[in-house]
């Protein structure tokens, strides 16, 4: 299902579209789990889950200024996506009791709900649910993860200014999202190994009664307290999900066109120089190199100029 609306104001000066939609799928085919006693790791096979998408989507095109030579245009649009597992049948007993819950996003992992760091041990702690006393018992203490993972709404705004022959062109991009910690997901270099690390991981726990963000330090190995709260909070921790929201100066443009006369006179049609920057500066509190991808050991995407001349003969 689809509903959109277009309305345009002030003689098309404001032209606003916006549209909401519902989408609906079950049997979705996937590689189904088997034991790997069978030879292979999964089977191609359908859920019996019903799987809703929805959305909104707003695109806002204004004309700012229009007078005499100067004119500033603006367009600004936002989705706002959401994604809910409906239905599934047998859920409890399937290969995925422990990964999906009703009513919760796909990407919605369950985890061990992270405390933070015991003053006393120096070691993470996480939630105690089922009463066993340890907070990492599996599956008893895993749980819908409270921190919604994935795109909250994304969007741009783009402004065009144009004056005689200079014209400027700026695009700002924003996205507001739970992703990957880039300390936590870093799973096989526990600090205190022999692995390069982000420097935040200095501001370590180190004695008795410090409330600090990371643990105290470990060479790892056998099953030391230190080692194995590493382990649950790399792979079943809530830990490993952040705020990775940015805003980035995408993409910036400036050209100026040549008069007429002048080009006339050098007998080609038209002539402009330009210069243009992208991904010139991002915002935001993401502890790694780039909160797009929020993958580590590759490289975020890269500040680049160019500048030319461009000639229509």
Request: charge should be positive; glycine fraction near 10%; aromatic fraction near 14%.
């Given at each position: ?93 399937s290969p995925y009791a422990n990964t999906y819950t009703i009513g919760k996003p796909i990407s919605n992992q369950k985890s061990f709900h992270f405390l933070g760091v015991d003053p006393k041990t120096g070691i993470y702690k996480f939630q105690d649910l089922d009463g066993s006393g340890t907070g990492t018992d599996y599956p008893g203490d895993l749980q819908a993860s409270a921190k919604e993972i994935g795109q909250n709404y994304y969007g741009g705004l783009d402004n065009k200014l144009s004056f005689k022959g200079f014209q400027l062109d700026f695009l700002f991009q924003f996205v507001k999202q ?136």
């Amino acid at each position: 299902m689809e509903v959109a609306i277009n309305l345009g104001f002030v003689k098309d000066r404001i032209l606003l579209e916006t549209s909401w939609y519902q989408n609906r799928s079950d049997n979705q085919l996937v590689g189904l789990p088997v034991p790997p006693s069978v030879g292979f790791s999964s089977v191609q096979a359908n859920l019996p889950a019903v799987l809703q998408n929805t959305g909104i989507e707003i695109s806002l095109n204004t004309v700012n200024v229009k007078s005499g030579a100067f004119t500033w245009s603006s367009y600004f649009n936002i989705s706002v996506p959401r994604n809910k597992l409906i239905s599934y049948p047998g859920l409890k007993n399937s290969p995925y009791a422990n990964t999906y819950t009703i009513g919760k996003p796909i990407s919605n992992q369950k985890s061990f709900h992270f405390l933070g760091v015991d003053p006393k041990t120096g070691i993470y702690k996480f939630q105690d649910l089922d009463g066993s006393g340890t907070g990492t018992d599996y599956p008893g203490d895993l749980q819908a993860s409270a921190k919604e993972i994935g795109q909250n709404y994304y969007g741009g705004l783009d402004n065009k200014l144009s004056f005689k022959g200079f014209q400027l062109d700026f695009l700002f991009q924003f996205v507001k999202q739970t992703g990957q910690d880039y300390v936590f997901n870093n799973a096989g270099s526990l600090p205190g190994t022999m692995y390069n690390q982000p420097v935040e991981v200095l501001n370590r726990w180190q004695k008795s009664g410090d409330k600090a963000p990371y643990q105290l330090f470990s060479t790892g190995g056998g099953n030391s307290g230190a080692f194995l709260a590493w382990i649950y909070a790399s792979y079943f921790g809530d830990s490993r999900f952040t705020d990775a929201s940015f805003i980035r100066l995408k993409n910036v443009s400036v050209s100026y066109q040549l008069s007429s006369k002048w080009v006339k006179s050098l007998k080609i049609d038209q002539a402009s120089i330009f210069i243009q920057g992208q991904n010139l500066l991002t915002i935001t509190s993401f502890i790694g190199p780039d909160p797009e991808s929020q993958v580590i050991g590759v490289l975020p995407p890269l500040r680049t100029f160019v500048a030319g001349i461009r000639l229509t003969l």
